[in-house]
């Protein structure tokens, strides 16, 4: 008999611990607003990746927590510009435009892209980093000057194969790099 009153309260307090807590997370859940279905990441997805269909879910979260420009259809095909966490939602200002691929996916308004030449033995670089090309003329020509010049500050780098690696850098900054590919050695530094 003392066996049978236990459990029966044991069950009851558990009851009461179970709705208590119910009651807490509807609570809270009713002070962030309605839920609303979104897009999120069902993995990290980095920059240059290409959204296919494993990468992202539809998940319900209160409308208050929802970003600007967040997707409501899965952008399969779009190409990653920012990288997303597992379980954030997917907005749109964190992807290419529509339509776009390739390098110029990765490319925002008003950059350009320029290849970079280089050995593939010397080319320890990944899609993603942020880089400085430095452009080294005769030190006899110097003039009293240094003989590498900065020319492209804070590029990323966009591309690589075996034949070097493409960046996106500004308009001067191509201009810069394309006329020192003429003329000088051109040397690439990783940026910490």
Same mark, same amino acid.
């Given at each position: 008999?003392?066996?049978?009153?236990?459990? &029966?309260?044991?069950? @009851?307090?558990?009851?009461? @611990?179970?709705? *208590?807590?119910?009651?807490?997370?509807?609570?809270?859940? =009713?002070?962030?607003? =309605?839920?609303?279905?979104? @897009?999120? $990441?069902?993995? =990290?997805?980095?920059?240059?990746?290409?959204?296919?269909?494993?990468?992202?879910?539809?998940? *319900?979260?209160?409308?208050?927590? @929802?970003?600007?420009?967040?997707?409501?259809? #899965?952008?399969?095909?779009?190409?990653? +510009?920012?990288?997303?966490?597992?379980?954030?939602?997917?907005?749109?200002? %964190?992807?290419?435009?529509?339509?776009?691929?390739?390098?110029?996916?990765?490319?925002?308004?008003?950059? +350009?892209?320029?290849?970079?030449?280089?050995? $593939? #033995?010397?080319?320890?670089?990944?899609?993603? !980093?942020?880089?400085?090309?430095?452009?080294?003329?005769?030190?006899? !020509?110097? +003039?009293?000057?240094?003989?590498?010049?900065?020319?492209? =500050? &804070?590029?990323?780098?966009?591309?690589?194969?075996?034949?070097?690696?493409?960046?996106?850098?500004? !308009?001067?900054?191509?201009? %810069?790099? $394309?006329?020192?590919?003429?003329?000088?050695?051109?040397?690439?530094?990783? +940026?910490?």
């Amino acid at each position: 008999m003392l066996f049978w009153f236990l459990a &029966g309260l044991a069950a @009851v307090s558990t009851f009461a @611990v179970v709705s *208590s807590a119910l009651k807490a997370t509807t609570a809270g859940a =009713d002070a962030y607003g =309605d839920l609303v279905e979104v @897009v999120v $990441a069902s993995s =990290d997805l980095g920059f240059g990746h290409v959204i296919d269909t494993g990468d992202t879910e539809l998940a *319900s979260v209160p409308a208050s927590m @929802v970003p600007t420009g967040a997707v409501d259809a #899965h952008p399969v095909g779009r190409t990653v +510009r920012h990288p997303i966490l597992a379980g954030e939602a997917v907005a749109s200002e %964190r992807l290419a435009p529509g339509g776009s691929v390739g390098v110029a996916a990765l490319l925002e308004p008003g950059e +350009r892209a320029v290849a970079i030449p280089m050995p $593939a #033995h010397r080319s320890p670089f990944e899609v993603g !980093q942020v880089v400085d090309v430095l452009a080294t003329t005769d030190p006899s !020509q110097a +003039r009293g000057r240094s003989p590498t010049s900065l020319v492209a =500050d &804070g590029a990323v780098v966009v591309a690589v194969d075996d034949a070097g690696i493409t960046v996106a850098t500004s !308009q001067a900054g191509a201009e %810069r790099l $394309a006329t020192a590919l003429s003329y000088a050695v051109i040397s690439v530094a990783i +940026r910490g």
